[in-house]
């Protein structure tokens, strides 16, 4: 049966928040019988961007941003001599321009690139056991069936995955002892006033060819580069191993906010509850408004599959593009709960796998649970002097 890379899981597990992704039994390392074996691996990222640029541009569209390239993906286990993963996202601007949310299209494109380099077979030998690759593949909870890519290496072969509410491709081949792995995955615009989605059947053919090419010019340009060998390479003669961490992104400090604003806003400065991790709250008999600050890419809060803002709608906030939600918060199927509504931000305070993350938000918690369309007339209205104090969208 074949399974991906028990890293690339854990990984993609972690980006999209899903439970229950197995590790699977595949072994990387096991020799390859083929007629050419490689020494070493491409010694970066920018190399493997270098060989794929053109097919990754198609795959982005209008998307595509020249300066975003694949790049170490954030792993906290460290990778050996013989793994090289890379990751890259191309996104267009999350907080729509106007009073509707845009036709339907491209919002986000994600695509992680695998390398595993098996040992170096000896020319005689011919006869070696290969990790299970497409011509082999099992049935497997959540797959498609796989489907033969004819001149991609060897045994390539292409999967879709439909699990949790997203969707995913994945494309993988054998060149020499080198092991590919691609997974492509995204997010469309709805072109309705709905949130975005994470999966169509548009995006699965989207998703689908853009990993099939990807592969087919990785696979092409990968033995035109890579050292030839006829034997393993003594230890320590190859790329050294990485440990890749996920940088810090810095979090701004709503409590900086000038007394001023927030005796304009209409909150009493002096009941300020300073929270942690970038919040602040002030509360009264009327209603608490917090306002934090986080790290993450503003879909991946505010579009979540999980459901949990049914009804976004783009608002301006003086001279500031904002979304307005209420929220659902038991998730998707449920109708939004009363006496809650929060404006969303975009405020990239750095970058994530190549894309702008950072977002900040202002809540408005109504004391006498009101429905959401008063609470959020409120919110707007009090909002308006705070805005020129939070940091700039992008």
């Not at 970066?44 to 998307?63: I, M, N, Q």
């Not at 469309?188 to 999966?199: E, F, I, L, Q, Y």
């Amino acid at each position: 049966m074949y399974f991906p890379s028990r890293r690339l899981l854990i990984t993609l597990c972690a980006f999209v928040f899903t439970a229950g992704c197995s590790m699977g039994g595949g072994t990387p390392g096991n020799a390859v019988p083929e007629v050419r074996s490689y020494a070493a691996l491409p010694s970066s990222c920018e190399e493997v961007d270098a060989a794929v640029r053109e097919a990754l541009g198609r795959f982005a569209g209008r998307l595509e941003d020249a300066k975003t390239r694949l790049q170490d993906a954030d792993v906290a286990t460290p990778l050996g001599p013989n793994e090289l993963f890379c990751s890259v996202s191309f996104d267009a601007d999350p907080v729509p321009v106007g009073d509707a949310m845009p036709a339907a299209g491209p919002l986000l494109r994600t695509v992680t690139v695998a390398l595993d380099r098996s040992p170096v077979v000896p020319p005689p030998q011919t006869h070696l056991t290969r990790t299970p690759m497409a011509s082999n593949a099992g049935e497997r909870e959540h797959f498609s069936s796989p489907r033969q890519l004819d001149g991609i290496g060897d045994d390539a072969m292409i999967r879709d995955q439909d699990q949790a509410g997203v969707m995913r491709s994945w494309a993988t081949a054998m060149v020499g002892n080198v092991r590919l792995e691609v997974v492509t995955s995204g997010m469309d615009w709805s072109g309705g006033g709905a949130p975005p989605v994470w999966r169509s059947s548009a995006m699965r053919d989207d998703l689908s060819s853009g990993a099939e090419v990807i592969l087919a010019d990785l696979a092409r340009a990968l033995p035109e580069s890579l050292p030839v060998a006829t034997s393993e390479p003594p230890p320590g003669t190859a790329r050294p191993g990485t440990t890749t961490t996920a940088v810090p992104v810095p979090v701004w400090d709503p409590c900086g906010i000038p007394e001023s604003a927030l005796t304009a806003a209409g909150l009493d400065p002096s009941k300020k509850e300073d929270g942690t991790g970038g919040s602040c709250r002030w509360r009264d008999d009327r209603y608490t408004v917090e306002i934090l600050s986080g790290a993450e890419p503003f879909h991946e809060v505010y579009y979540s599959h999980y459901g949990w803002y049914p009804t976004p709608r783009p608002i301006k906030i003086r001279d500031r593009a904002a979304l307005l939600v209420t929220k659902a918060f038991d998730g998707a199927a449920t109708t939004p709960d009363d006496g809650y509504c929060e404006l969303g931000f975009d405020t990239p305070f750095g970058k994530k796998n190549g894309i702008p993350a950072g977002r900040v938000s202002i809540e408005l918690w109504d004391s006498g649970d009101r429905e959401p369309a008063a609470v959020c007339k409120d919110l707007a209205r009090l909002a308006e002097p705070l805005v020129a104090h939070i940091p700039p969208s992008r």
